[in-house]
């Protein structure tokens, strides 16, 4: 089974433009997460869909959204990038049943630079 | 509010030794936890988990401790390996309803041949 895939795998922006991340999941899965992890701070919970629906959300500014397709397929936006934006995003996705045998995988990550 | 916390940001150990990594948590509506290793440029990798019902899980060389009544679980790697060197992170998660998992800082281990 083919695993979590993320594109691109390195990005580099300016302050104030706008990207785009992709994740496609373990095939089967329905719910995909993601995170941001910085140096020290470990993963940030950024928000889950399950379904084409935002299950939960982290606490992060507006700038950061996402969406999910009909194939699970999802992808994160980040608009009006700040110097602190930079990071490695990193989606995981599960079945989405909730219970506790319910893994999450993760893929190999975007590393955004923000210049 | 760091409810997910590994105090310790490094390790080394020799290898064949037992490498121990340990987290702390603060959330008492946590059910279940996992264990996850990441090496440089790659994702988080899966490890092993344990419900909140159980003190012990093993698997292989790998072995989960979680104690309730400190709030405090540790994962055991015996013997180690210098394929074990990566950054650990320990997760906590509520099975009803929240849908999502909390992570500590991690820990980097280091098994010195």
């Known amino acids: 089974k083919a695993g979590v895939t993320q594109t691109p795998r390195y990005l580099i922006k300016t302050r104030g433009q706008q990207v785009t991340l992709s994740c496609s999941p373990i095939?089967?899965?329905?719910?995909v997460s993601w995170y941001q992890q910085t140096p020290g701070q470990g993963l940030q919970f950024l928000f889950e869909y399950f379904s084409e629906t935002q299950r939960n959300k982290g606490n992060f500014p507006g700038r950061f959204s996402g969406r999910q397709f009909s194939n699970s397929r999802s992808e994160m936006n980040v608009s009006t990038l700040e110097l602190g934006d930079s990071a490695l995003y990193l989606c995981?996705?599960?079945?989405?049943?909730?219970?506790?045998?319910?893994?999450?995988?993760f893929g190999p990550g975007t590393r955004l630079t923000v210049l | 509010d760091q409810q997910v916390k590994q105090n310790s940001p490094s390790l080394s150990v020799q290898e064949g030794r037992i490498s121990i990594l340990n987290c702390d948590y603060t959330?008492?509506?946590?059910?279940?936890f996992l264990w996850y290793k990441k090496y440089p440029a790659e994702g988080p990798t899966f490890l092993i988990s344990?419900?909140?019902?159980?003190d012990k899980n093993e698997d292989g060389r790998f072995t989960v401790f979680l104690n309730k009544s400190a709030k405090h679980l540790s994962l055991h790697i015996v013997p180690s390996q210098p394929g074990d060197s990566a950054v650990y992170f320990c997760?906590?998660?509520?099975?009803?309803?929240?849908?999502?998992?909390?992570f500590g800082t991690g820990t980097r281990l280091k098994v010195l041949a």
């Open positions: 959330n008492s509506m946590f059910d279940y």
């Open positions: 344990i419900s909140s019902i159980k």
């Open positions: 997760a906590a998660k509520v099975v009803a309803g929240t849908y999502k998992y909390i």
């Open positions: 095939s089967g899965h329905r719910s």
């Open positions: 995981a996705s599960s079945l989405g049943t909730g219970t506790g045998t319910d893994t999450q995988y």
